[in-house]
Protein backbone atom coordinates (compact mmCIF):
# COMPACT_ATOMS: atom_id res chain seq x y z
CA UNK A 1 0.00 0.00 0.00
CA UNK A 2 3.18 2.47 1.31
CA UNK A 3 4.48 1.84 -1.64
CA UNK A 4 1.92 2.75 -4.61
CA UNK A 5 0.99 5.58 -2.39
CA UNK A 6 2.52 8.02 -4.90
CA UNK A 7 1.20 7.07 -7.60
CA UNK A 8 -2.54 6.82 -6.29
CA UNK A 9 -2.89 9.99 -5.50
CA UNK A 10 -1.26 13.67 -6.28
CA UNK A 11 0.88 15.04 -3.76
CA UNK A 12 0.93 18.89 -4.75
CA UNK A 13 -2.70 20.08 -4.66
CA UNK A 14 -3.82 21.73 -7.25
CA UNK A 15 -3.74 25.27 -4.88
CA UNK A 16 0.23 24.48 -4.36
CA UNK A 17 0.85 24.30 -8.14
CA UNK A 18 -0.43 27.63 -8.55
CA UNK A 19 1.28 29.01 -5.73
CA UNK A 20 4.40 27.34 -7.31
CA UNK A 21 4.04 28.92 -10.50
CA UNK A 22 3.38 32.15 -8.60
CA UNK A 23 7.07 31.76 -6.71
CA UNK A 24 9.36 34.16 -6.74
CA UNK A 25 12.88 33.31 -5.89
CA UNK A 26 14.85 35.53 -3.31
CA UNK A 27 18.31 35.42 -2.17
CA UNK A 28 21.11 37.26 -0.88
CA UNK A 29 24.72 36.62 -0.51
CA UNK A 30 27.82 37.65 0.56
CA UNK A 31 30.41 34.83 0.08
CA UNK A 32 33.33 35.62 -0.37
CA UNK A 33 34.42 32.86 -3.18
CA UNK A 34 31.90 33.50 -5.07
CA UNK A 35 33.27 36.73 -6.93
CA UNK A 36 36.26 35.31 -7.71
CA UNK A 37 34.99 32.12 -9.30
CA UNK A 38 32.47 34.02 -11.60
CA UNK A 39 35.07 34.14 -14.74
CA UNK A 40 35.66 30.12 -14.14
CA UNK A 41 31.98 29.41 -14.31
CA UNK A 42 31.39 31.99 -16.60
CA UNK A 43 33.74 30.20 -19.25
CA UNK A 44 32.47 26.92 -17.91
CA UNK A 45 29.28 27.56 -19.12
CA UNK A 46 29.82 29.60 -22.76
CA UNK A 47 31.57 25.71 -23.80
CA UNK A 48 28.38 24.64 -22.86
CA UNK A 49 26.27 23.29 -25.45
CA UNK A 50 22.49 24.84 -25.81
CA UNK A 51 20.61 21.71 -25.70
CA UNK A 52 21.84 20.57 -22.88
CA UNK A 53 18.90 21.36 -20.44
CA UNK A 54 19.96 22.61 -17.22
CA UNK A 55 18.55 20.24 -14.92
CA UNK A 56 20.28 17.64 -16.42
CA UNK A 57 23.87 19.12 -15.55
CA UNK A 58 22.57 19.03 -12.03
CA UNK A 59 22.09 15.60 -11.97
CA UNK A 60 25.55 14.91 -13.84
CA UNK A 61 27.10 16.54 -11.35
CA UNK A 62 25.14 14.99 -8.54
CA UNK A 63 26.21 11.45 -10.19
CA UNK A 64 29.70 12.11 -10.19
CA UNK A 65 29.61 13.12 -6.31
CA UNK A 66 27.73 10.15 -5.06
CA UNK A 67 29.99 7.67 -7.14
CA UNK A 68 33.37 8.59 -5.62
CA UNK A 69 31.96 8.99 -2.63
CA UNK A 70 30.80 5.64 -2.77
CA UNK A 71 34.17 4.45 -3.99
CA UNK A 72 35.77 6.07 -1.09
CA UNK A 73 33.16 4.46 1.18
CA UNK A 74 34.02 0.70 0.12
CA UNK A 75 37.59 1.00 0.73
CA UNK A 76 36.89 2.39 4.42
CA UNK A 77 33.35 1.61 5.25
CA UNK A 78 33.58 3.28 8.99
CA UNK A 79 36.55 5.83 8.31
CA UNK A 80 38.93 3.60 10.64
CA UNK A 81 40.58 2.08 7.51
CA UNK A 82 42.74 4.09 5.61
CA UNK A 83 41.28 4.40 1.22
CA UNK A 84 43.79 4.29 -0.86
CA UNK A 85 45.38 8.16 -1.48
CA UNK A 86 43.70 7.82 -5.07
CA UNK A 87 40.10 7.59 -3.51
CA UNK A 88 40.66 10.57 -2.18
CA UNK A 89 42.03 12.70 -5.02
CA UNK A 90 38.43 11.09 -6.51
CA UNK A 91 36.37 12.64 -4.26
CA UNK A 92 38.05 15.75 -4.40
CA UNK A 93 37.55 16.28 -8.29
CA UNK A 94 33.42 14.53 -7.51
CA UNK A 95 32.82 17.48 -5.78
CA UNK A 96 34.56 19.89 -7.37
CA UNK A 97 32.63 19.04 -11.10
CA UNK A 98 29.71 18.72 -8.74
CA UNK A 99 30.07 22.36 -7.64
CA UNK A 100 31.42 23.49 -10.92
CA UNK A 101 27.82 21.97 -12.48
CA UNK A 102 25.84 23.32 -9.93
CA UNK A 103 27.14 26.87 -10.20
CA UNK A 104 26.31 27.10 -14.20
CA UNK A 105 22.99 25.61 -14.20
CA UNK A 106 21.24 28.90 -13.84
CA UNK A 107 23.67 29.99 -16.18
CA UNK A 108 22.30 28.02 -18.66
CA UNK A 109 18.91 28.64 -17.87
CA UNK A 110 19.39 32.30 -18.67
CA UNK A 111 20.97 31.41 -21.74
CA UNK A 112 18.46 29.05 -22.91
CA UNK A 113 15.44 30.79 -21.73
CA UNK A 114 13.99 28.11 -19.66
CA UNK A 115 13.29 29.24 -16.58
CA UNK A 116 10.93 28.23 -13.94
CA UNK A 117 10.44 27.64 -10.08
CA UNK A 118 10.94 23.90 -10.88
CA UNK A 119 14.93 24.24 -11.28
CA UNK A 120 15.15 25.68 -7.72
CA UNK A 121 13.45 23.19 -6.39
CA UNK A 122 15.63 20.21 -8.51
CA UNK A 123 18.51 22.50 -7.65
CA UNK A 124 17.70 21.79 -3.45
CA UNK A 125 16.71 18.12 -4.06
CA UNK A 126 20.18 17.41 -5.38
CA UNK A 127 22.05 19.44 -2.52
CA UNK A 128 20.20 18.16 -0.09
CA UNK A 129 21.28 14.35 -1.23
CA UNK A 130 24.88 15.57 -1.68
CA UNK A 131 25.27 16.92 1.60
CA UNK A 132 25.04 13.89 2.82
CA UNK A 133 27.56 12.06 0.70
CA UNK A 134 29.92 14.91 1.22
CA UNK A 135 29.93 15.12 5.05
CA UNK A 136 30.48 11.57 5.07
CA UNK A 137 33.38 11.60 2.44
CA UNK A 138 35.25 14.37 4.45
CA UNK A 139 34.73 12.71 7.71
CA UNK A 140 36.39 9.16 6.01
CA UNK A 141 39.06 11.46 4.40
CA UNK A 142 39.81 12.59 8.07
CA UNK A 143 39.49 9.10 9.58
CA UNK A 144 37.37 9.80 11.99
CA UNK A 145 35.97 6.73 12.65
CA UNK A 146 38.85 6.36 15.05
CA UNK A 147 36.22 8.86 17.18
CA UNK A 148 32.60 7.80 15.95
CA UNK A 149 30.87 10.52 17.98
CA UNK A 150 32.85 13.27 16.02
CA UNK A 151 32.01 11.32 13.11
CA UNK A 152 28.52 11.37 13.48
CA UNK A 153 28.62 15.07 14.98
CA UNK A 154 30.43 16.36 11.97
CA UNK A 155 27.68 14.81 9.55
CA UNK A 156 24.22 15.57 11.54
CA UNK A 157 25.98 18.92 11.76
CA UNK A 158 26.01 19.50 7.94
CA UNK A 159 22.48 17.61 7.80
CA UNK A 160 21.04 20.16 10.25
CA UNK A 161 23.03 23.51 8.97
CA UNK A 162 21.01 22.64 5.32
CA UNK A 163 17.70 22.06 7.00
CA UNK A 164 18.10 25.07 8.95
CA UNK A 165 19.49 27.16 5.72
CA UNK A 166 16.09 26.84 4.38
CA UNK A 167 14.21 26.70 7.84
CA UNK A 168 14.75 30.26 7.94
CA UNK A 169 14.16 31.11 4.31
CA UNK A 170 10.61 29.52 4.88
CA UNK A 171 10.30 32.10 7.62
CA UNK A 172 11.65 35.15 6.07
CA UNK A 173 10.86 34.24 2.62
CA UNK A 174 14.67 34.94 1.10
CA UNK A 175 17.54 32.47 1.05
CA UNK A 176 20.64 34.09 2.65
CA UNK A 177 24.66 33.19 2.41
CA UNK A 178 27.08 34.73 4.71
CA UNK A 179 30.31 35.69 4.10
CA UNK A 180 31.64 31.58 5.15
CA UNK A 181 28.46 29.12 3.62
CA UNK A 182 28.34 26.82 1.26
CA UNK A 183 30.85 27.16 -1.64
CA UNK A 184 33.64 27.73 1.26
CA UNK A 185 32.67 25.02 2.86
CA UNK A 186 32.79 22.68 -0.77
CA UNK A 187 36.21 23.97 -1.30
CA UNK A 188 37.44 23.53 2.57
CA UNK A 189 36.33 19.38 1.86
CA UNK A 190 38.08 19.60 -1.57
CA UNK A 191 41.25 20.35 0.23
CA UNK A 192 40.76 17.72 3.26
CA UNK A 193 40.56 15.68 0.06
CA UNK A 194 43.93 16.65 -1.89
CA UNK A 195 45.96 16.42 1.69
CA UNK A 196 44.87 13.12 2.10
CA UNK A 197 45.56 12.53 -1.48
CA UNK A 198 48.82 13.77 -1.07
CA UNK A 199 50.00 12.70 2.41
CA UNK A 200 47.52 9.89 3.14
CA UNK A 201 44.73 9.75 5.36
CA UNK A 202 46.84 8.89 7.69
CA UNK A 203 48.16 12.48 8.34
CA UNK A 204 45.00 13.41 9.84
CA UNK A 205 46.04 11.67 13.37
CA UNK A 206 49.37 12.75 13.42
CA UNK A 207 49.82 14.46 16.99
CA UNK A 208 50.77 18.28 16.73
CA UNK A 209 51.68 20.57 19.46
CA UNK A 210 51.69 20.11 23.58
CA UNK A 211 49.40 16.88 24.50
CA UNK A 212 47.28 14.88 22.36
CA UNK A 213 46.03 17.37 19.77
CA UNK A 214 45.92 15.85 16.05
CA UNK A 215 45.19 17.83 12.85
CA UNK A 216 42.05 16.40 12.32
CA UNK A 217 41.14 19.01 15.33
CA UNK A 218 41.86 21.91 12.79
CA UNK A 219 38.27 20.84 10.75
CA UNK A 220 36.44 19.57 13.78
CA UNK A 221 36.62 23.19 15.66
CA UNK A 222 36.22 24.83 11.84
CA UNK A 223 33.20 23.60 11.48
CA UNK A 224 31.73 24.29 15.55
CA UNK A 225 32.58 27.67 15.39
CA UNK A 226 31.02 27.94 10.99
CA UNK A 227 28.13 26.15 12.45
CA UNK A 228 27.60 28.16 15.72
CA UNK A 229 27.71 31.40 13.69
CA UNK A 230 25.17 30.12 11.27
CA UNK A 231 23.08 29.13 13.95
CA UNK A 232 23.44 31.97 15.23
CA UNK A 233 22.03 34.15 12.35
CA UNK A 234 19.39 31.22 11.80
CA UNK A 235 17.45 32.05 15.08
CA UNK A 236 18.07 35.31 15.01
CA UNK A 237 15.96 35.59 11.62
CA UNK A 238 13.43 33.31 13.44
CA UNK A 239 13.02 35.18 16.41
CA UNK A 240 12.78 38.67 14.41
CA UNK A 241 9.49 37.02 13.08
CA UNK A 242 8.50 35.94 9.05
CA UNK A 243 6.80 37.44 6.31
CA UNK A 244 3.21 35.90 7.03
CA UNK A 245 0.86 37.54 8.94
CA UNK A 246 1.88 37.89 12.56
CA UNK A 247 5.55 37.49 12.29
CA UNK A 248 4.41 33.60 10.85
CA UNK A 249 5.86 31.62 8.07
CA UNK A 250 5.54 32.57 4.48
CA UNK A 251 2.57 29.91 4.94
CA UNK A 252 1.39 31.31 7.76
CA UNK A 253 2.10 29.17 10.12
CA UNK A 254 4.62 29.12 13.25
CA UNK A 255 8.24 29.55 12.99
CA UNK A 256 8.64 27.21 15.20
CA UNK A 257 6.99 24.71 13.26
CA UNK A 258 9.94 22.93 10.77
CA UNK A 259 11.79 22.07 14.27
CA UNK A 260 9.82 19.04 14.90
CA UNK A 261 10.45 17.02 11.44
CA UNK A 262 14.17 18.15 12.21
CA UNK A 263 14.15 16.84 15.59
CA UNK A 264 12.30 13.56 14.55
CA UNK A 265 15.26 12.45 12.25
CA UNK A 266 17.97 13.73 14.71
CA UNK A 267 16.72 12.83 17.81
CA UNK A 268 16.05 8.98 17.17
CA UNK A 269 19.23 9.04 15.46
CA UNK A 270 20.75 9.91 18.25
CA UNK A 271 19.22 8.33 20.80
CA UNK A 272 19.32 4.84 18.67
CA UNK A 273 23.41 4.75 18.08
CA UNK A 274 23.65 5.40 21.56
CA UNK A 275 21.51 2.86 22.82
CA UNK A 276 22.34 0.01 20.59
CA UNK A 277 23.89 -2.88 22.15
CA UNK A 278 25.42 -3.89 19.12
CA UNK A 279 27.05 -0.83 18.59
CA UNK A 280 25.05 -0.54 15.35
CA UNK A 281 26.42 3.01 14.78
CA UNK A 282 30.34 2.20 15.54
CA UNK A 283 30.48 -0.88 13.27
CA UNK A 284 27.93 0.66 10.77
CA UNK A 285 28.87 4.28 10.07
CA UNK A 286 28.53 4.88 6.40
CA UNK A 287 25.34 2.57 6.19
CA UNK A 288 23.85 4.88 9.37
CA UNK A 289 24.82 8.06 8.24
CA UNK A 290 23.53 7.18 4.92
CA UNK A 291 20.31 5.47 6.45
CA UNK A 292 19.57 8.93 8.04
CA UNK A 293 20.88 11.19 5.65
CA UNK A 294 18.42 9.63 3.20
CA UNK A 295 15.57 10.89 5.35
CA UNK A 296 16.81 14.23 6.33
CA UNK A 297 16.62 14.49 2.99
CA UNK A 298 13.56 13.60 2.23
CA UNK A 299 12.19 15.81 5.16
CA UNK A 300 14.43 18.96 3.41
CA UNK A 301 12.93 18.49 0.11
CA UNK A 302 9.32 18.68 1.98
CA UNK A 303 10.14 21.64 3.70
CA UNK A 304 11.67 23.22 0.03
CA UNK A 305 8.23 22.50 -1.43
CA UNK A 306 6.28 23.44 1.72
CA UNK A 307 8.50 27.24 1.44
CA UNK A 308 8.01 27.58 -2.50
CA UNK A 309 3.86 26.41 -2.84
CA UNK A 310 3.43 28.44 0.90
CA UNK A 311 1.99 25.56 2.37
CA UNK A 312 2.10 24.04 5.66
CA UNK A 313 4.74 21.47 6.42
CA UNK A 314 3.76 17.77 6.69
CA UNK A 315 5.14 16.31 10.19
CA UNK A 316 5.09 13.02 10.10
CA UNK A 317 6.24 11.05 6.82
CA UNK A 318 6.46 7.64 5.34
CA UNK A 319 10.35 7.63 5.74
CA UNK A 320 10.19 7.60 9.43
CA UNK A 321 9.32 4.41 8.99
CA UNK A 322 12.56 2.73 9.41
CA UNK A 323 13.65 4.88 12.57
CA UNK A 324 10.75 3.98 14.17
CA UNK A 325 11.18 0.39 13.50
CA UNK A 326 15.02 0.68 15.07
CA UNK A 327 13.59 2.51 18.01
CA UNK A 328 11.17 -0.20 18.74
CA UNK A 329 13.46 -3.18 17.95
CA UNK A 330 15.92 -1.41 20.53
CA UNK A 331 12.79 -0.75 23.40
CA UNK A 332 12.01 -4.88 22.54
CA UNK A 333 15.50 -5.85 23.38
CA UNK A 334 16.00 -6.24 19.87
CA UNK A 335 14.36 -9.34 18.66
CA UNK A 336 15.66 -8.49 15.31
CA UNK A 337 19.12 -8.12 14.13
CA UNK A 338 19.70 -4.29 14.27
CA UNK A 339 22.24 -4.62 10.87
CA UNK A 340 18.84 -5.86 8.96
CA UNK A 341 16.58 -3.01 10.33
CA UNK A 342 19.42 -0.81 9.57
CA UNK A 343 19.62 -1.74 5.91
CA UNK A 344 16.07 -1.86 5.51
CA UNK A 345 15.86 1.59 6.68
CA UNK A 346 18.95 2.75 3.89
CA UNK A 347 16.47 1.26 1.20
CA UNK A 348 13.35 2.29 2.31
CA UNK A 349 14.52 5.66 2.81
CA UNK A 350 16.01 5.58 -0.37
CA UNK A 351 13.69 4.26 -2.75
CA UNK A 352 10.53 6.85 -0.42
CA UNK A 353 12.75 9.66 -1.60
CA UNK A 354 13.48 8.50 -4.95
CA UNK A 355 9.62 7.96 -5.63
CA UNK A 356 8.79 11.40 -4.17
CA UNK A 357 11.20 13.35 -6.04
CA UNK A 358 10.49 11.70 -9.46
CA UNK A 359 6.22 12.22 -8.70
CA UNK A 360 6.72 15.79 -7.12
CA UNK A 361 9.03 16.69 -10.38
CA UNK A 362 6.54 14.81 -13.11
CA UNK A 363 3.42 16.96 -11.52
CA UNK A 364 5.15 20.09 -12.00
CA UNK A 365 5.95 19.14 -15.41
CA UNK A 366 2.41 18.37 -16.17
CA UNK A 367 1.34 21.40 -14.82
CA UNK A 368 4.20 23.79 -16.43
CA UNK A 369 3.98 22.36 -19.55
CA UNK A 370 7.69 21.32 -19.61
CA UNK A 371 10.43 18.26 -19.64
CA UNK A 372 12.88 17.72 -16.65
CA UNK A 373 16.20 16.95 -18.66
CA UNK A 374 15.32 18.06 -22.21
CA UNK A 375 15.13 21.53 -24.01
CA UNK A 376 14.41 21.96 -27.67
CA UNK A 377 17.55 23.19 -29.40
CA UNK A 378 17.91 26.10 -32.70
CA UNK A 379 21.12 26.95 -34.27
CA UNK A 380 19.94 30.54 -33.73
CA UNK A 381 19.53 29.79 -29.69
CA UNK A 382 16.72 28.52 -27.68
CA UNK A 383 13.37 29.72 -28.47
CA UNK A 384 10.53 30.62 -26.33
CA UNK A 385 7.43 27.79 -27.04
CA UNK A 386 4.40 29.69 -26.69
CA UNK A 387 2.88 27.13 -24.16
CA UNK A 388 5.62 28.03 -21.37
CA UNK A 389 6.45 31.48 -22.86
CA UNK A 390 3.77 33.53 -19.94
CA UNK A 391 5.86 30.94 -17.26
CA UNK A 392 9.19 31.93 -18.56
CA UNK A 393 8.31 35.86 -17.88
CA UNK A 394 7.30 35.67 -14.34
CA UNK A 395 10.92 33.69 -13.62
CA UNK A 396 13.91 36.20 -13.55
CA UNK A 397 15.77 35.00 -10.69
CA UNK A 398 18.54 32.86 -10.67
CA UNK A 399 19.20 28.97 -9.78
CA UNK A 400 19.10 28.91 -5.78
CA UNK A 401 21.32 25.90 -5.08
CA UNK A 402 24.40 27.17 -7.82
CA UNK A 403 26.94 29.34 -5.97
CA UNK A 404 27.41 31.28 -9.33
CA UNK A 405 23.42 32.43 -8.74
CA UNK A 406 24.21 33.71 -5.61
CA UNK A 407 25.37 36.69 -6.75
CA UNK A 408 23.78 37.76 -9.66
CA UNK A 409 20.08 36.44 -9.45
CA UNK A 410 19.62 34.66 -12.50
CA UNK A 411 16.81 32.73 -13.28
CA UNK A 412 14.93 29.86 -11.88
CA UNK A 413 15.82 26.73 -14.22
CA UNK A 414 13.25 25.57 -16.56
CA UNK A 415 13.38 22.41 -19.57
CA UNK A 416 10.64 23.54 -22.06
CA UNK A 417 9.24 21.32 -24.60
CA UNK A 418 6.32 21.24 -26.38
CA UNK A 419 2.80 20.12 -24.19
CA UNK A 420 2.77 16.70 -22.83
Known amino acids: MALLSYRDKHILSAQQLRKLSEHKYSCFSASLLDPLLQP ?4 LVAQTPLWLAPNLITIVGLILNVVTTLILICYSPNGVEAPPRWTCLLCALGLFIYQSLDSIDGKQARRTNTSSPLGELFDHGCDSISTV ?4 SACIS ?4 HYPNWLFFQCFCAIALFYCAHWQTYVSGTMRFGRIDVTEAQFSIIAIHLVSAALGPEIWLTKIGIGSIQ ?5 AVTTIVCGLLSLTYVFSVIKA ?5 NGSTVAGTSVLSPSIPLTLVVLPALMIAQKSPQNIFTEHASVYILAFGMVAAKVTNKLVIAHMTKAEMEYLDWSLLGPSLLFLNQYFNCIVPEIWLLWFTLIWGTQDLLRYCAQVC ?3 CQHLRIDLFRIPYSPKGAATHPATASVSSQSNFGSSGSSADKNGGSAHRKSKSKPH
Do not use: D, S
Open 40 to 43: WWNW
Open 133 to 136: FVAL
Open 142 to 145: CQLG
Open 215 to 219: LWYGP
Open 241 to 245: GGVGK
Open 362 to 364: LEI
